[in-house]
């Protein structure tokens, strides 16, 4: 029954960009062996360099669609996407890190061969087509961030933020599997495409089978909702983001919830697009619970962002907030006919989000000291006198955050916004321009902080020559996609799913 | 209509923005150099759109000049620009206010102080190409985007120039402004998703074409959801009263140029949005809505007058004025006929000129006295004889004495509101009230201020009028001249789009009459 595949049904090209970084990472293992202790700075070179050949070997793959390890890998236009998104991000924590560790005295090679293992997770993640590789690619992703949260250690706060991660996503990869195996136990398998068609040809009003869909697809929700941080599995997020060493933050704030998107978009779309519990229903059975969990979102994470004094703590609410943003995006993919507009608009708003947010966390270790302190808010006043170009930069990030025109961010949140109105969502969308009006309060206090408080200045013990590089691309990528959108949108496009039912 | 080739329009548009980019490499020393080349950028502006009234033709009341380029194509939205009689008298107005507020700036103490020089010339020139951009898109998109834009400049020369309490007024007009028009982005969207474009004359003639309907059916139909939407929007920019509470603390934190800037052109980004996106778009909410907006705006121009009255600071004082004033504006849009529509734009003009004259008048005297209590001066016109009489005429302009700009819009808007079908009699009467109580508070700051006796020693050796004060306030009394002698080419230039506007909805004032 069981045959060995060839190496042609393999399909191994198309999996290289992911594959590159997990072999990478075990390599670079090996060669960290070698690496004098105090010149750890080489790992981190060498693995950007890996990073740097993922992306390029992904554009290669970019427009050709395939799939691989027999239906469970499958890489399509928003697996290069979303690769973009992850690989972009991995290496702007590689140069965020440099300096912080050594500042930090906490400089080992393994930091960044665990991200490059957590960066290969999330690829994973964004090509998976089958909840068994979803699984896997969780694991991938998650344990090297319990560790990295952790790697500040003996540091409290750090140690708690690891601990915190660990016991609470422990628990909802629990979830996940339970919500697989009963998934599987309603259709007969866990490979995506074929859930989808089980569905047609199963009567899911039949008793049992229809409840074992419905808890199942929940628990996978609740699964995947932990890692993106909705409302209510957010409760983890703003100790791990506030304890994490800052660049760890900025990269799971950003990377962990790509990931954890591109996987819950792919389910949706793919597996579960017409799972209905009422026959001939318009819009599938998950967009209610996923509409009222980005409602949610939105609503908790902006309030709950004013009032926040310290900058990692309000990065990481405004993060959940964000989540709520996207996730009206996912909501709007369960009408009939959205699915592409509305993972592209998903995908452009990850995009947006990314440059801005590692912007905004790359300032943020700009102003923290060597001991971990000195992101209150307060710790802005006055930055705008002693360091106006770093100011600027922030209010650009800021501005870009709250959706001011010509910053990537409002491009994002047009196109969620358009996304949720032609899937004839319009409560949630007005839910989303309002909270966005809350969120305006907080981020615009931070401008208010730098420009028109009178300080003695602040210091910036953190800006160094990498973290500086990090900030000035990620500014230059937040006008960019601000001002010539049609350059991310073109990334997706029509088409963005290869086994599109 | 896809057009190469570079129109006048856009040259206009992005001129301050070519001034904003040799700022960004002068040096933070070189001051002089940064406020002349600054000065001069916005002239050359000016000069510039002044060619875009030689070669407009008043004819015609559709597009010209129009440029497009692709901006957005995947959600069909364009960089398009053009300018209609109305655009064209607005982006006038702009181009000749900025000079004028760049120059006032000059000697403005607070920039000695606080410093940053580049910084708030760069600003203002951001400011001019947003407030362009508001007045030339053709696109829903792309107006948004300036509309937007306007705040983030305008946030920061309150924030960092204004007086005392400026933390609190920028967090609160930005506040507030961002409330009012993303609400607005919701109903471009479904505006622009139902017509699978965000042209504006794309979606004006399937509305007309009956390609594209918005089913009203009453106050509270969907066509009336989507005129609210901007209608808040736009209401929180005028302000229209109950909306209004931020414009009291922006104007007075403001830094002169600010607040001039902030009558002259901002306020005027609502009230054109009025005109050009909420009646013509959805003319059968904006006719049912017609008598409560219009009863906002009597409550606006009574209540600003009297609240006018009670201020002790002069800078209040006529930050309340702008609420009467733009009362007037409201009405006369909402009396939905063409001398109404005309007038109120006239008095968008006027209002820009003679509010934004007053704001100059009071920065000169902060300058010399550092105070904007009406009590700390007194006879003024005998210490400045000069500034007294322009004084003079520009409080008489803002008051509406025939002869002078103010009155021609004033008269146009009654006008228009007592041969309304949707307001009326009743409106005109109260609207004249709050005539007479602008020249009653006038006429008080008048008296207080500059005439009665030089008793206070302060005020006996105030410095006299410097040149360049005399070449700020010039022109603006020359307009106000011209205009109220002389209205008919400004009338002319806007006839036939406001005509154009009046068609769209004229069919439906009988059909909205007849429902339930």
């Given at each position: 029954m069981f045959q060995v595949p060839t190496l042609e049904e393999l399909n191994l090209g198309i999996t290289i960009p992911a594959m590159s970084v997990a072999v990478w990472a075990c390599i670079l293992l090996l060669i960290d062996l070698w690496v004098p202790k105090d010149r750890k700075s080489t790992t981190a070179w060498l693995a950007a360099g890996g990073l740097v050949f993922a992306f390029v070997a992904n554009l290669f793959v970019y427009n050709t669609p395939g799939e691989s390890f027999m239906g469970m890998f499958v890489a399509d236009r928003f697996t290069g996407f979303m690769n973009v998104i992850i690989l972009v991000t991995a290496f702007l924590g590689v140069l965020l890190s440099l300096d912080y560790l050594k500042r930090a005295g906490i400089e080992r090679g393994e930091f960044y061969i665990l991200l490059l293992f957590a960066t290969s997770g999330m690829m994973f993640m964004a090509s998976s087509n089958d909840l068994i590789a979803v699984f896997v690619s969780l694991e991938l992703l998650s344990i090297p961030l319990y560790v990295l949260s952790a790697f500040r250690a003996p540091d409290l706060k750090s140690e708690e933020s690891g601990l915190k991660y660990f016991v609470l996503g422990a628990f909802a990869s629990a979830f996940f599997v339970y919500g697989a195996a009963l998934v599987y136990g309603a259709?007969?398998?866990?490979n995506l495409p074929e859930i989808f068609a089980a569905l047609q040809t199963l009567n899911v009003a039949e008793t049992g089978t229809a409840l074992l869909m419905l808890v199942g697809s929940g628990l996978v929700l609740v699964g995947l909702g932990f890692k993106v941080a909705v409302v209510p599995f957010h409760m983890w997020t703003p100790d791990v983001y506030e304890g994490a060493p800052t660049p760890v933050t900025a990269f799971m704030s950003v990377g962990a919830k790509a990931g954890g998107f591109a996987a819950l978009l792919r389910i949706l779309i793919i597996g579960l697009p017409t799972f209905a519990v009422v026959d001939a229903a318009t819009a599938a059975s998950w967009q209610q619970i996923v509409w009222i969990l980005a409602a949610a979102t939105v609503i908790l994470g902006n309030l709950v962002a004013i009032s926040q004094s310290n900058i990692k703590r309000m990065l990481a609410y405004s993060s959940i907030a964000h989540a709520g943003y996207i996730m009206m995006a996912v909501a709007a993919a369960g009408t009939a006919g959205m699915a592409d507009a509305s993972a592209n608009a998903a995908l452009v708003y990850l995009l947006a989000y990314a440059f801005t947010n590692l912007g905004a966390f790359a300032v943020a270790i700009a102003i923290e000291k060597d001991d971990g302190t000195g992101t209150s808010l307060d710790d802005f006043n006055g930055l705008a006198k002693s360091r106006p170009m770093l100011a600027l930069m922030m209010t650009i990030f800021m501005l870009s955050l709250t959706g001011i025109p010509l910053t990537s961010g409002f491009m994002g949140k047009l196109l969620v916004f358009q996304a949720t109105l032609d899937a004839g969502l319009v409560p949630l969308a007005i839910i989303g321009v309002l909270t966005s009006v809350v969120s305006a309060f907080y981020y615009i206090r931070i401008i208010l902080n730098m420009y028109f408080k009178d300080a003695e200045g602040s210091t910036t013990?953190?800006?160094?020559k990498y973290v500086n590089w990090v900030v000035y691309a990620a500014c230059a990528g937040t006008l960019i996609l601000g001002i010539a959108p049609a350059l991310a949108i073109n990334l997706g496009g029509a088409n963005l799913f290869a086994m599109i039912p | 209509m896809e057009n190469t080739g570079l129109s006048l329009v856009t040259v206009v548009l992005f001129l301050p923005m070519v001034g904003f980019s040799i700022l960004l490499f002068m040096r933070e020393s070189m001051t002089e150099q940064i406020k002349w080349t600054a000065f001069g950028t916005s002239m050359v502006t000016f000069a510039v759109s002044l060619l875009l009234w030689v070669g407009?033709?008043?004819?015609?009341p559709g597009l010209q000049m129009v440029q497009q380029w692709a901006f957005l194509p995947q959600v069909g939205s364009n960089y398009y620009v053009g300018i209609d009689g109305m655009s064209l008298l607005l982006v006038i107005l702009t181009t000749f206010i900025m000079p004028i507020a760049i120059l006032a700036s000059f000697r403005a103490h607070v920039l000695h102080e606080r410093g940053r020089e580049k910084l708030y010339y760069m600003l203002l020139l951001l400011l001019e190409w947003a407030m362009l951009g508001v007045f030339v898109a053709q696109d829903l998109i792309v107006f948004f985007i300036f509309y937007e834009i306007t705040l983030v400049p305008m946030y920061f020369l309150i924030g960092i120039w204004g007086s005392e309490n400026r933390v609190y007024a920028a967090l609160k007009f930005f506040l507030y402004t961002i409330a009012g028009s993303i609400l607005m982005l919701l109903a471009i969207l479904y505006v622009g998703s139902a017509a699978g474009t965000f042209s504006v004359p794309a979606i004006m003639s399937m509305i007309q074409s009956g390609e594209l309907v918005f089913p009203f059916s009453g106050l509270f139909s969907p066509q009336s959801f989507l005129f609210l939407g901007f209608f808040i929007g736009f209401a929180v920019k005028v302000p229209i009263w109950p909306l209004h509470s931020w414009l009291p603390d922006a104007h007075v934190q403001a830094p002169t140029a600010g607040s001039v800037i902030l009558a002259g052109v901002l306020l005027k980004l609502g009230t054109y949005g009025l005109i050009r996106f909420c009646v013509p778009l959805f003319p059968e909410a904006a006719v049912a809505w017609a008598p409560f907006v219009g009863v906002l705006g009597v409550i606006g121009i009574i209540y600003g007058a009297w609240v006018s009255y009670a201020q002790t600071d002069v800078k209040k004082l006529v930050a309340y004025s702008s609420i009467s004033h733009l009362g007037f504006v409201v009405i006369g849009i909402f009396s939905l006929t063409t001398a109404g529509i005309q007038g109120a734009l006239i008095q968008m003009v006027n209002h820009g000129i003679s509010t934004g004259g007053l704001f100059l008048l009071v920065g000169m005297l902060y300058e010399r006295r550092h105070t904007k209590a009406i009590d700390a001066y007194g006879g003024i016109w005998k210490a400045l004889p000069l500034f007294g009489g322009i004084s003079l005429v520009i409080t008489l302009s803002s008051m509406g004495l025939p002869g002078l700009n103010g009155f021609v819009g004033e008269f146009t808007i009654l006008m228009g509101t007592f041969n309304?079908?949707?307001?009326?009699f009743f409106f005109a009467l109260f609207a004249t009230l709050g005539i007479i109580l602008a020249a009653i508070y006038m006429l008080y700051m008048f008296q207080k201020v500059y005439m009665g006796e030089l008793d206070k020693e302060e005020n006996k050796h105030l410095e006299p009028l410097h040149w360049q004060e005399i070449a700020v306030l010039a022109p603006i009394v020359v307009m106000a001249i011209v205009l109220g002698i002389q209205p008919g080419p400004f009338f002319a230039t806007m006839g036939a789009t406001v005509t154009d506007v009046v068609a769209r909805v004229t069919p439906f004032i009988t059909t909205v009459a007849q429902l339930p």
């Open positions: 259709t007969g398998t866990t013990p953190g800006a160094t | 407009f033709d008043a004819n015609n309304s079908e949707v307001l009326g």
